[in-house]
């Protein structure tokens, strides 16, 4: 069974803290992993796509990196205003438009 | 401004009482998906389209109806609702099989 798991379930971190979250997945068949930010009360927000091992992308103080078997999203010197539900998607199989999402992580920074 | 809408934004209802929750996106994309959003289950989807007339089941699909006949609305229907249906719902669409844009989210609550 196609599985989406994201760890920790909720982070605190001082201000300038460098730290990573982490999605694992098992799929029959990876066709892009997908980083999306939620902030309470709006719709996620896109970060990143990853389609292969070894991959990174970066955007300012986020850095999402890509094995076979999970992904990690580095944070570097976060900033209070980095707060937010992070949350991992996997879609499988090209035939379909098929999404599956962890649970999400919960991130607070603290000034 | 390029957006997904959605409408209405809450709404309380009891058993029984069909309901239609709306779903616009002005940016010409094909691709076009509905979620919930439970606690500690994430995101889950319960119906897609690849394009107009052309929809297929998610992961949560018992409950709801959808059809596409324009491109741009993505409506979704409970026919009956029924307590289980209380959630938080997001239409998403997307160009290709890319990243997906979130609408603003729709809280349903089913007495």
């Known amino acids: 069974e196609d599985q989406v798991t994201q760890s920790p379930e909720a982070l605190r971190l001082q201000e300038g803290e460098s730290s990573s979250l982490n999605c694992s997945y098992t799929?029959?068949?990876?066709?892009?992993l997908f980083w999306y930010r939620q902030d309470p009360g709006k719709g996620p927000e896109f970060l990143f796509t990853?389609?292969?091992a070894g991959e990174e992308k970066e955007k300012e103080r986020l850095k999402a990196t890509l094995t076979k078997k999970e992904s990690f999203l580095h944070i570097t010197a976060p900033k209070p205003e980095d707060s937010a539900t992070y949350l991992c998607?996997?879609?499988?199989?090209?035939?379909?438009?098929?999404?599956?999402f962890g649970t999400g992580t919960r991130l607070k920074v603290l000034a | 401004e390029a957006q997904v809408t959605q409408n209405p934004r809450y709404l309380i209802t009891v058993t029984g009482k069909k309901l239609t929750v709306t779903c616009s996106q002005n940016?010409?994309?094909?691709?076009m998906s509905w979620y919930r959003q439970d606690p500690g289950l994430g995101l889950r989807q319960i119906y897609y389209?690849?394009?107009?007339?052309?929809?297929d089941k998610g992961d949560v699909p018992e409950g709801y109806k959808v059809s596409r006949k324009e491109k741009r609305n993505f409506p979704l229907i409970l026919e009956s609702p029924s307590p289980n249906q209380t959630s938080l719902y997001f239409c998403?669409?997307?160009?290709?099989?890319?990243?997906?844009?979130f609408g603003p989210g729709t809280r349903l609550t089913v007495l």
């Open positions: 998607a996997v879609r499988v199989d090209s035939g379909t438009y098929k999404y599956i």
């Open positions: 998403a669409s997307s160009f290709g099989q890319n990243e997906q844009f």
């Open positions: 799929v029959s068949g990876l066709r892009g």
């Open positions: 940016m010409n994309h094909e691709y």
């Open positions: 389209s690849m394009n107009v007339e052309v929809t």
């Open positions: 990853l389609y292969s």
